[in-house]
Structures are given as structure tokens and as C-alpha cells.
């Protein structure tokens, strides 16, 4: 058990964090789901800001940079993928 101190930081840190990190998964939803639809303009859109809401979640300390590139990288090559079959 942390002591209270710890605990009312850590309580403090994800009520802050914690619409940043909603944001952040909403946006690579839609993106996600844009991308196995048909229609690309909308499915670059969707990604352009799902790529934006993981750089200020990272530039925050929301979560690792390493954790944003990697979800940019997968996220990017779906919709790679998706461009090339269509």
C-alpha cells in the first residue's frame, strides 16, 4: 500500500490524465473503423487526428513516446494496407 501522500498524487495524476487517455483511444477507434470502411479521405482524416491526439499524449506524459510511435506505426500501416487492397 502506498502511503497516503503517494496515493492522493497518484489519485490526482489520473483524474488529470484520464480525458487525454479517453480522447486519445475515441479518436484510434474511429480511425480503426474508418479504415474498414470504404471511403479513404475519411479514413486519412480519422488517422491525421488519432497521430495528433498520441503526440500530445506523449508530449503530456499521458503515455510513453515509445507507446505513441508504436500505435502511429500500426495504425498507419493498416491504413497502408487498406489503400493497397482498395
Not at 15 to 42: V, W
Not at 56 to 69: D, P
Amino acid at each position: 500500500m502506498p502511503s497516503a501522500k503517494t496515493h492522493r498524487a497518484q489519485t490526482r495524476r489520473t483524474a488529470r490524465h484520464a480525458p487525454l487517455r479517453t480522447r486519445t483511444k475515441s479518436t484510434i477507434t474511429a480511425a480503426r473503423a474508418a479504415i474498414e470502411g470504404d471511403d479513404m479521405e475519411l479514413a486519412e482524416l480519422q488517422v491525421r487526428s488519432a497521430v495528433v491526439a498520441l503526440d500530445k499524449a506523449a508530449k503530456k506524459g499521458v503515455i510513453h513516446k515509445a507507446n505513441a510511435s508504436r500505435r502511429k506505426s500500426r495504425i498507419m500501416k493498416q491504413l497502408a494496407a487498406a489503400k493497397a487492397s482498395n
